[in-house]
């Protein structure tokens, strides 16, 4: 989904969810009595989220106008604006070195001069701001050179991204992926209490403390090809990553395992097994429509061969009667001029003649 609707929820509104808040938790430990810029903010949600987490002041930033007063009348208050601008041009909007933290979640993908929107952004910032930018794998999701979002001006793999932010922003800084996570933690049963509604939408949350990514030891499937989106967060004095997840119920985990590992339950290698027979079967019925149809299709031919056959027979034989039939009538009317003794005298003349002998 290109730009989250706060007012109306999508299909499979917990993905969704999780999708855009897991780029703001990357942010939100830098923020704490910071002046952030968030720019492409859509709604304003993100900000919110930046706000909630601390910070001191928090500036949106998005080039639609309709976006922008949505987000105002959503989250504008104390401490959070909204305003309407090209990220390209920023620097026009507000004074060198001005902000703490700059957060610019997939934006440079629609940007038509990507290095000149990095150089304002650098502007904008203090000498040792941290600025936090993401960009979707949109070659994950169009894997093919001619496929592309219709929204993004370009694709970008890890390496162009990574070379381009850093020809302009430096080299002091962490890189690292966005992609989907699996595991286990505790939520509160009372949602309606416990988690926290962001306003004029659908979405609830709660923040988590002491959340761990871990690894058992297993060789790590994900890279920057197979990822979701790549994150470059320059001048942060520690490597920090972020998740937003949500729960779900063992019976749904039990799929995904399953799903995962390829392995299937008792109950469901009994159903795979009658499906397997059941398809055998049907597979044997086929085999014999398909020799049947065959068969009827050579009989068929045959038919037709026999009917082309009796066809001409009817017509030769048609033809015959019609040619016998005038000799025939031809009989009756030079027979009906000759008077009846003279005829019974041909008669008995042509009986004599057939008995005599050669």
Excluded at 112 to 138: G, H, T
Excluded at 164 to 187: M, Q
Excluded at 243 to 270: C, H, K, N, W
């Amino acid at each position: 989904m290109e730009r989250l609707d706060i007012n109306s929820a999508p299909e499979r509104a917990n993905i969704e969810a999780s999708i855009h808040f897991a780029r703001y938790s990357v942010a939100t430990p830098f923020v704490k009595n910071k002046r952030v810029l968030d720019i492409a903010c859509g709604e304003g949600y993100g900000s919110y989220l930046l706000k909630q987490a601390g910070a001191e002041e928090v500036v949106g930033v998005d080039v639609f106008v309709d976006a922008v007063n949505r987000a105002t009348r959503s989250f504008g208050g104390p401490g959070i604006e909204f305003t309407a601008a090209d990220a390209t041009t920023i620097e026009d909007r507000f004074p060198s070195e001005y902000f703490d933290v700059i957060v610019s979640c997939e934006t440079i993908e629609h940007i038509e001069d990507p290095a000149a929107y990095l150089q304002s952004l650098k502007r904008v910032a203090k000498k040792d701001a941290i600025i936090i930018i993401s960009c979707p794998n949109d070659y994950w999701y169009f894997p093919e050179e001619h496929q592309r979002n219709p929204y993004h001006l370009r694709k970008y793999r890890f390496e162009e991204f990574q070379q381009l932010a850093s020809s302009v922003l430096g080299d002091n800084v962490n890189w690292s992926i966005g992609t989907a996570v699996f595991g286990f933690g505790s939520t509160s049963l009372d949602i309606e209490r416990d988690y926290e509604t962001v306003p004029d939408s659908w979405m609830k949350f709660n923040s988590v403390q002491g959340a761990y990514l871990v690894n058992g030891g297993e060789k790590p499937e994900f890279n920057t090809e197979n990822c979701s989106y790549y994150f470059g967060i320059w001048n942060a004095p520690e490597i920090t990553n972020g998740a937003a997840v949500f729960p779900i119920s063992m019976d749904a985990y039990a799929r995904m395992v399953q799903a995962m590992d390829g392995t299937l339950l008792v109950d469901e290698r009994l159903k795979v097994t009658t499906l397997q027979m059941g398809t055998d079967t049907l597979k044997a019925d086929l085999r014999k429509t398909r020799l049947n149809y065959q068969a009827t299709l050579t009989e068929n031919e045959l038919v037709k061969e026999r009917l082309h056959a009796l066809q001409a027979e009817v017509a030769r034989v048609s033809a015959e009667r019609d040619q016998m039939r005038v000799g025939y009538y031809r009989y009756l009317r030079l027979g009906g001029l000759v008077p009846r003794p003279a005829r019974a005298l041909i008669k008995k003349v042509f009986r004599i003649v057939r008995r005599s002998p050669n």
